[in-house]
Structures are given as structure tokens and as C-alpha cells.
């Protein structure tokens, strides 16, 4: 993933980021610093629920600052007591789309994770792979549709089931907003950024189909039985503007 950003041209001084708190998305942040220390890189600012992990980048002089919406471990904590480079924002400064200048919309690169995604890139992170609702989205919506480079970082699958599906159960994010999908079997690109797809293979990486992606999950995995919606709606999924994004509904 780390190497995904560097390709596409958009890692250099006054870079800006954000990372999800997931495994794969904080073993991302860990390379992407490895990369800036190395090359003098000094971006802007870091950005979102922060974790120690970004905590460091600021101290170790990866960025000028971290505009901090939630603390995400003690690190984080300790360090918005302690260091007027990282300070707190409100979520309508952080992201609202009625805010006049939201932290969301001036990301370079966001990593995030997901459940599933679809062969569309439309991405799920409400429910698990039985149909149960983990949690909110918190702003996986807000962050992609704001950042020039929105990649989500997920294995072909979880146990034994395929990440990458036809239809994901419920859309969390529109897959218009979503530019990247990397995986341990290659990285696919949103077909309407044939532009970075070809920055991409420029730059070294292995681009494939993401439809060669869900293949190989299949093939590894078995084809799972399909969830099967019941009638009743647990919850509506609302979209950053306010419209009605998807429903969940029951599993019957």
C-alpha cells in the first residue's frame, strides 16, 4: 500500500493522510513512514481518529501536525494534552459537507479497510459476514469521497470467506468514491481512474482486474451461500449529504 501511494505521485512535501485504526491499514502508516523518513518527505498534516502510530510520524517530523477528531489509545491522548501541534477539531470541521473548508476534503490519501467490496468498489463496513451489524462507519463515507486517493486494504479473505463479492450486503460507501483495492494477490483499480491505474504500472505495481481479484477468492475459498434479506429494515445507512444511502435489513 505504501508503495501504491508513492507510485501514484501523491507522496511528496506538504503530503496529507489519513489512516483507518484496522491491522492492515496501521502496517501501511508504518511503511509510508519508513519511506518519508528515507526520502526527507515533510508532509502537512495527518488527520482523523488518531492512533499512537500517527503520533509518531508527527514526532518523528513526517508532518507539520495532526487534526485529531477522535484519540483512538493513550498515545494519542498523551499527545493532544501535551503538543500544540495536535490539536482537536470538531466532526463538522473534520467532515461535514455544509462546513466551509472540512479537514476530509483536503486529504491527499486516505487507507481504509472493509468487509467487503464489491465488483463495483461499492464498499461495506457496517455488517459482519453473517449480516450482523458491527458498528457505525464513523467517516470511511466522508474521508473517500474527500480525498484525491481513497484505498481500501483488505486480504482476499476472512475466514474462508471472499472479501471481494458481486453485490455487498449493504453499501457503506458508493464505489465512485473508492479508487483502489489492495490485496496480497495484486491491486485493482477503479476503471474510471485509468489515469492512476497507469501511474501505477509505471511506478511497478502489479494492477489487475478487480474481477481477476474475486476469482482468485473463489478459487481459494468456494463460492459461500448468499446472505438472504429478510423484509424488516434494522437500520438506514445515511449518506454524508444526507440522502438515503442503502438499508439493512434482517437475515432470514
Given at each position: 500500500a505504501a508503495n501504491v501511494i508513492k507510485a501514484s505521485g501523491l507522496l511528496k512535501d506538504g503530503f496529507s493522510f489519513q489512516t483507518g485504526a484496522g491491522g492492515a491499514t496501521l502496517a501501511a502508516a508504518q511503511f509510508l513512514k519508513e519511506?518519508?523518513?528515507?526520502?526527507?518527505?515533510?508532509?502537512?498534516?495527518?488527520?482523523?481518529?488518531?492512533t499512537g502510530y500517527m503520533v509518531d510520524m508527527l514526532n518523528e517530523g513526517c508532518f507539520e501536525s495532526l487534526i485529531d477528531v477522535q484519540c483512538f489509545d493513550l498515545k494519542a491522548v498523551e499527545s493532544?494534552?501535551?503538543?500544540?501541534?495536535h490539536t482537536e477539531v470538531s466532526a463538522m470541521h473534520y467532515a461535514s459537507p455544509d462546513a466551509k473548508s472540512a479537514a476530509v476534503d483536503?486529504?491527499?490519501?486516505?487507507?481504509?479497510?472493509?468487509?467487503?467490496?464489491?465488483?463495483?468498489?461499492?464498499?461495506?463496513v457496517h455488517t459482519n459476514s453473517s449480516g450482523k451489524i458491527m458498528?457505525?462507519?464513523?467517516?470511511?463515507?466522508?474521508?473517500?469521497?474527500?480525498?484525491?486517493l481513497a484505498m481500501i486494504i483488505a486480504p482476499l479473505s476472512r475466514a474462508r470467506l471472499p472479501i471481494v463479492t458481486d453485490h455487498v450486503f449493504c453499501k457503506s460507501t458508493p464505489g465512485s468514491t473508492i479508487d483502489v483495492l489492495v490485496t496480497q494477490k495484486g491491486v485493482a483499480v477503479n476503471p474510471a481512474r485509468p489515469e492512476l491505474a497507469q501511474r501505477l504500472r509505471d511506478g511497478g505495481i502489479k494492477v489487475v482486474d478487480i474481477f481477476e481479484l474475486k476469482?482468485?477468492?473463489?478459487?481459494?475459498?468456494?463460492?459461500?451461500?448468499?446472505?438472504?434479506?429478510?423484509?424488516?429494515v434494522l437500520a438506514d445507512i445515511i449518506?454524508?449529504?444526507?440522502?438515503?444511502?442503502?438499508?439493512?435489513?434482517?437475515?432470514?
Open positions: 519511506i518519508m523518513l528515507k526520502e526527507g518527505i515533510k508532509g502537512s498534516f495527518g488527520c482523523g481518529g488518531i493532544i494534552r501535551t503538543n500544540p501541534k483536503s486529504l491527499d490519501v486516505v487507507l481504509l479497510g472493509a468487509t467487503e467490496i464489491d465488483t463495483d468498489f461499492n464498499v461495506n458498528g457505525g462507519s464513523g467517516g470511511h463515507s466522508d474521508t473517500a469521497a474527500g480525498a484525491k476469482e482468485a477468492a473463489e478459487k481459494l475459498c468456494g463460492m459461500p451461500k448468499p446472505l438472504v434479506k429478510g423484509d424488516r449518506y454524508r449529504d444526507g440522502t438515503l444511502l442503502d438499508r439493512i435489513y434482517n437475515v432470514r
